[in-house]
């Protein structure tokens, strides 16, 4: 089936550093890739998403580029702040009619940002 | 507030008692998701609505559980029977499915976190 994979944190920076968090996946179409964040008491919400091969998201100074010759979609931001300190999911979506639209998530990457 | 809300926020309940958590998605959204996510893990798939009709169910979904969107607003979502390991977040989802559109964008409830004692 379907999975993802997300390097493990959590992820402790300083303020102004550059962010990778890798993710790479599993996937028996054509899926679409996200990234979700979740802050400290509040819900998932979208960060950034892209829905084909080369197709690069980007919301907020953060971006992923959808890469399908290596099935990954890494998240980077060239200068974090002490308020990009949450939980980041990658996750995907098979296109096709019959999944449903369904997220399959990675295990999610604390990052914990330094003043 | 016109995003998706979830109730309760928090239960506490005893093994064996049954529990019912409610969802009501953002108005208009004909889909509706219900995702399970234990510590540590990100959330995992439990079932979907397309309006009232309950079009997939996953294999995490025993028979304890049952799902229902009677008229294809809010959603419930009951577990008899409550064991330890339903201890978990309960989280909730909408969208707007549009035909010929490979995905519609999830907007995701606050969850309700189940402690069973």
């Known amino acids: 089936g379907d999975s993802v994979t997300q390097m493990e944190g959590p992820v402790t920076l300083s303020e102004e550093a550059f962010l990778t968090i890798n993710c790479t996946y599993t996937?028996?179409?054509?899926?679409?890739l996200f990234w979700y964040v979740q802050y400290p008491g509040e819900g998932l919400q979208l960060l950034l998403k892209?829905?084909?091969?080369?197709d690069k998201g980007s919301n907020k100074g953060f971006e992923a580029t959808y890469r399908k010759e290596t099935t990954s979609f890494h998240l980077e931001k060239g200068s974090v702040q002490v308020s990009d300190s949450a939980v980041y999911f990658c996750?995907?979506?098979?296109?096709?009619?019959?999944?449903?639209?369904?997220?399959?998530f990675g295990a999610g990457t604390i990052l914990r940002v330094k003043s | 507030d016109t995003g998706v809300s979830q109730n309760p926020r928090h239960k506490i309940t005893k093994r064996g008692q049954n529990v019912t958590f409610r969802c009501d998605p953002i108005?208009?959204?004909?889909?509706l998701y219900w995702y399970r996510q234990t510590l540590g893990q990100g959330p995992e798939f439990l079932t979907y609505?397309?309006?009232?009709?309950?079009?997939?169910k996953s294999r995490l979904l025993s028979d304890r559980f049952s799902a229902e969107r009677p008229k294809g607003s809010f959603s419930t979502l009951e577990i008899q029977r409550t064991e330890q390991g339903d201890s978990a977040m309960y989280l909730c989802?909408?969208?707007?499915?549009?035909?010929?559109?490979?995905?519609?964008?999830?907007?995701f409830g606050p969850g309700t976190r189940l402690t069973v004692l």
């Open positions: 989802a909408s969208s707007f499915r549009l035909s010929g559109r490979s995905h519609n964008e999830q907007f």
């Open positions: 996750a995907l979506s098979e296109s096709a009619v019959e999944y449903g639209n369904k997220l399959v």
């Open positions: 996937a028996t179409g054509y899926p679409s």
């Open positions: 892209a829905t084909k091969a080369d």
């Open positions: 108005s208009e959204h004909n889909r």
């Open positions: 609505f397309q309006n009232e009709a309950q079009l997939e």
